[in-house]
């Protein structure tokens, strides 16, 4: 049981990378008469729920929907900011194939490094480089109103993993991918933490979340496995309520999920923790 939310995640991470994947495939193969023409409407674009967010003033402003953006963009934005709002970034940890993409890369990274993996950036400059990715979102969001397009794309390493093949990707684009890739080596999901503009956004509903992530004080035993299991590098040890805007409720630091060695220590849940949970 101990390790069930870690395999279910695994699965959901596996089958969401392959249904984007065979979207995005299936999409450049309809275009040259190929593919499944009963998802012809499914494109990369159409799946990403950051589409919405960058469609909002446009929406608000004239009523339509920033080129290559659709009605399935704003749909799948609320779903996203719903579960946000309940229990934070799931997207991030869970679905986003970006991300578990990234994840791929960072066993290779630990197998090389092992306990210098994801440690390498030192703490003073770490903490700082983090909110760059909050500069980035401000910057697409105001460049996006401005002209009505998808300014993004053009550098998106995301949208370059699932399209490199085809000649809508740009060189930035690639360039992007194959340092996130290299860096992938050293630090776990450097794009989600340094430059991910949904990140950022998504991250801003862990300090409203109706369920965080919460460490049952007087049965912690300060081993600090939770610590060094987190893939952000977030300090849970060292805290009651963790509502760090880099959580991406990976479940890796619980109880639940086996590496807290104390039942009921660390756990995403309301409320304070009972005494008979002490």
């Not at 499914?42 to 950051?50: D, G, I, T, Y």
């Not at 339509?64 to 946000?84: D, G, P, R, W």
């Amino acid at each position: 049981m101990k390790k069930k939310k870690r395999r279910l995640r695994s699965v959901i991470q596996i089958l969401f990378f392959i249904l984007i994947a065979f979207i995005a495939v299936n999409h450049t193969l309809l275009e040259s008469g190929k593919g499944i023409p009963l998802l012809s409407g499914a494109s990369l674009h159409a799946v990403c729920p950051f589409g919405g967010v960058v469609s909002l003033y446009q929406l608000a402003t004239s009523g339509t929907f920033v080129k290559k953006v659709h009605e399935s963009n704003v749909i799948l934005m609320i779903i996203v900011f719903s579960s946000a709002f309940l229990l934070g970034p799931l997207f991030c940890g869970w679905i986003c194939p970006f991300g578990s993409f990234q994840e791929i890369l960072g066993r290779l990274g630990k197998k090389l490094f092992k306990r210098r993996f994801n440690h390498f950036i030192p703490y003073k400059y770490d903490r700082i480089l983090r909110y760059f990715r909050y500069v980035v979102l401000i910057i697409v969001l105001i460049q996006t109103a401005r002209s009505g397009l998808l300014m993004f794309a053009n550098i998106d390493p995301y949208f370059a993993l699932f399209q490199f093949w085809t000649g809508e990707v740009t060189r930035i684009a690639i360039i992007a991918l194959l340092v996130v890739m290299g860096l992938s080596l050293f630090v776990e999901r450097p794009f989600c933490k340094y430059a991910c503009p949904y990140g950022a956004l998504l991250g801003l509903f862990n300090l409203i979340r109706i369920v965080p992530l919460k460490r049952n004080v007087s049965t912690c035993i300060n081993c600090s496995r939770c610590d060094r299991s987190c893939p952000m590098n977030i300090s849970v040890s060292s805290l009651e309520v963790i509502r760090n805007h880099q959580c991406i409720s990976c479940f890796q630091c619980t109880s639940d999920d086996g590496v807290c060695p104390i039942p009921g220590t660390v756990e995403f849940r309301t409320g304070t923790f009972k005494e008979s949970d002490s």
